[in-house]
Nanobody, 122 residues
């Protein structure tokens, strides 16, 4: 399984971005996926997760109402729509798949993409 995140860039505070994460797999069915981010000098932070069919989503409080996760299994792609971006959202954003912990929401995943940089200027 390979994951490729894209869509990052340099934007101004208040702008929007949409990240994409394409999943490439030879066998298997869709699984729960998630977005994380890591800002310079900080630990990786879990942001949101979406169930295998998109029917269930979860957000951490700091992005709730601004970020929206979705997926299109026909395209093997997960999205993260980010609105009203703030300088503190600056980070490398990673997508992940295949939850490894029991229960919801899971913060542990088996497969990871390489990340895409999001920079928000004030």
């Amino acid at each position: 399984v390979q994951l490729q995140a894209s869509g990052g860039g340099l934007v101004q505070a208040g702008d929007s971005l949409r990240l994409s994460c394409v999943v490439s797999r030879s066998v298997g069915s869709p699984k729960a996926m998630a977005w994380f981010r890591q800002a310079p000098g900080k630990e990786r932070e879990f942001l949101t997760t979406i169930s295998w069919n998109g029917g269930r989503v979860y957000y951490i409080d700091s992005v709730k109402g601004r970020f929206t996760v979705s997926r299109d299994n026909a395209k093997s792609t997960m999205y993260l729509q980010m609105n009203n971006l703030k300088p503190e959202d600056t980070a490398v954003y990673y997508c992940a798949e295949d939850a490894q912990s029991i229960g919801w929401p899971s913060r542990e995943y088996r497969y990871w993409g390489k990340g895409t940089q999001v920079t928000v200027s004030s």
